[in-house]
């Protein structure tokens, strides 16, 4: 059966069935009422702020109610054709005798409007309400709605612009709506969102931009400027759901994330930027895993809680992401780059140029402070500060407090400054350990504890709490003592060619040593103090004294820091490379070198970039 067209204009002469211009409908709900499943409603420009209906079942009226499967398009574009809704008549605002604008369902489709003026019943009650959610628009079942603005808009509870149920939003724009929670869009039952900016929306509690919520999912999309009292100023993404090559820019949250990941939301190849939050402008919480992958986390400023990056506690894992020039500050001046509290990953990443600053206790972790467990690896962390000032700044690179695991780690050019007042020294430049944490397989080099008192340029353990296990210790250096380390338990590790301004133990200070290159000799089992002969990039070259001096016990990981076998000729080499054997050596060699060098610029050009 061949599809009916109704038409809508201000100046139409309003006969039903609305068939043609001349006869068109001067109110939308009428011709919608008028048509059948498979029919379109076509609308010329001009404002539409009478006629509605109330949807089936609920209390609110919408100007707009379409409950058949229709297409509803306009004729000159969202610019030029606006559907109006109303504040409630006795309040001026919420209330029961507000107007939404639209409300879509069974598989109808919305196009080329501007939503504007709608409000929905007052907060309270059930967030699940449908009367108090969506003052733009509220949809389900199949629904699709493009090329429409969606703006000045308020709900009572949920979506001050669009709530989508098992619908598609697409090429629109969301901007200046309120709510109480999501401010902008809520996407929920596996809804999709794609190429859609939302901008400058408002939620009193949590969400100011977005929420992607049971297996739904955001692409292409910007979300910029939105604002949440609580968290997720930008978005929220929950159970399953994914945002994908999003950017989410310059939004603000009171306390956590201008992307609050929970329970399995995944984001991939998005940008995380110049957001304003408590902290962890990428924040991910205790509950079922949540990954971010190949995500740029830059110049976001976190002012309370610290990690202003990204935050994983107890769940969350960042992979091949960029962690870049976020600044800490305020109470909790804890990870410029990264916070990990009780557990979370962060894993072939690069943490870089990141700082830390604290007012109320010492600033830690300038890359990344881990707090009761997580896991790094296969990471480079440099060029990260842990600032002091009315306190010290420890651990540049990364502090680990109470447990946490530091693995496989390229750690350089980080820097720890004391307290401006000099009464608390800056401590571990490149690792800061206190109260246990394990450090394997790292290079630290050119790593330094500035100004004075300054202590541990490589790595520091006031407590002798840290388990340090091949790693290598070069290169680094203290304003006072400890150029390379200062405490902590090391096993075979390399710790040589570190310095001080002061000549004191410029290598190293206190600690306990067994199967270690250092100078001068320390005391404990199988420790040597011979020149270790490096090659480029502190590879062990032939006839290394550290070559299978090592001992097994403390080896549990499977490869060195370049990928090679880790232990070869059945006894562990010292430091964090293994060397092997002439000619099964040269072939690999060279393989691992060409990978390393590769990955090194990589890295160096995301520093540059």
């Known amino acids: 059966m061949h599809a009916a067209t109704n038409y809508v204009a201000l100046t139409g002469a309003h006969v039903w069935p609305y068939t043609n211009w001349v006869t068109a409908s001067t109110n939308i709900q009428d011709a919608v009422d008028a048509a059948v499943d498979g029919d379109w409603v076509l609308v010329s420009n001009g404002e539409y702020r009478t006629g509605g209906a109330v949807a089936p079942g609920h209390m609110l009226m919408n100007r707009v109610c379409v409950t058949n499967r229709i297409t509803l398009a306009s004729v000159f574009g969202r610019e030029a054709t606006v559907i109006v809704g109303a504040p409630d008549l006795f309040t001026g605002d919420l209330g029961s005798n507000a107007v939404r604008c639209v409300y879509l369902t069974n598989h109808a489709v919305l196009t080329g409007f501007t939503l504007s003026n709608g409000y929905t019943r007052e ?3 059930s967030y699940y309400d449908p009367n108090s959610q969506g003052g733009g628009l509220h949809g389900n079942d199949g629904v699709v709605i493009s090329d429409c603005f969606v703006t000045c808009n308020h709900a009572g509870n949920w979506a001050g612009g669009l709530y989508v149920s098992s619908g598609g939003l697409y090429a629109s724009r969301v901007r200046s709506n309120t709510s109480l929670m999501i401010g902008g869009v809520a996407l929920i039952e596996g809804s999709t969102m794609a190429l859609v900016e939302v901008v400058a929306n408002v939620a009193r509690i949590s969400a100011g931009g977005i929420v992607c919520d049971n ?28 945002m994908q090559r999003c950017l989410i820019a310059q939004n603000r949250a009171l ?22 939050t408590g902290g962890g402008a990428l924040s991910f919480s205790s509950g079922a895993g949540g990954v971010a992958s190949n995500c740029y986390v830059e110049y976001n400023r976190a002012n309370i ?11 969350g894992t960042l992979l091949y992401c960029v962690v870049r020039s976020n600044f800490t500050e305020g109470t909790y001046g804890w990870g410029g780059g990264v916070w990990i509290s009780g557990g979370g990953q962060v894993i072939n990443s690069l943490i870089t140029g990141n700082r830390t600053q ?14 009761a467990g997580g896991m790094v690896s296969n990471c480079t962390i440099s060029g990260n500060i842990a600032v002091g000032s009315t306190y010290a700044g420890t651990g540049g690179g990364v502090a680990i407090e109470n447990g946490g695991t530091v693995s496989h780690c390229f750690i350089s050019g980080n820097e720890a400054w004391p307290s401006s007042s000099m009464l608390n020294p800056a401590r571990g430049a490149g690792v800061y350990v206190v109260g246990g944490g394990a450090v394997n397989n790292c290079l630290i080099t050119g790593n330094q ?17 840290a388990l340090i296990a091949n790693c290598t210790i070069v290169g680094n250096h203290a304003r006072d003592e400890a150029g390379g380390v200062d405490g902590g338990q090391l096993r075979n590790s390399i710790v040589y060619d570190n310095s001080t301004y002061i000549p004191l133990n410029q290598n190293y200070r206190g600690g306990t040593y067994e199967y270690c290159c250092a100078t001068p000799l320390p005391g404990g089992a199988g420790n040597i103090s011979n020149a270790p002969l490096f090659m480029a990039d502190y590879e062990l070259a032939p006839g290394s004294p550290c070559i299978d001096s090592g001992t097994n016990a403390y080896v549990t990981w499977d490869t060195d820091l ?27 060699v060279l393989c691992i070198l060409a990978c390393k060098s590769h990955i090194q610029q990589r890295a160096a050009d995301e520093i540059n970039a």
């Open 562 to 588: 370049a990928g090679k076998p880790r232990i070869v000729n059945a006894i562990v080499d010292m430091g964090a490379y293994e060397a092997l054997p002439e000619p099964a050596a040269s072939l690999l």
């Open 215 to 242: 297996a739904s999912i955001a692409l292409d999309s910007t979300i910029v400027a939105n604002t949440a009292s609580n968290a997720g100023g930008g978005a929220i993404v929950d159970v399953d759901s994914v």
């Open 358 to 371: 604290s007012s109320a206790i010492n600033a830690r972790g300038g890359g990344v402070y881990m707090y």
């Open 123 to 125: 907060e309270g009650g």
């Open 449 to 465: 504890a500035q100004y004075r008192p300054a202590y541990g340029g490589g790595m520091a353990s006031p407590d002798n709490s």
């Open 305 to 315: 809680y610290g990690g202003a990056g990204a935050l994983l506690n107890e769940a």
């Open 255 to 276: 306390a956590i994330g201008a992307v609050w990941a929970i329970s399995n939301g995944t984001l991939f190849d998005c940008t995380i930027v110049s957001n304003i």
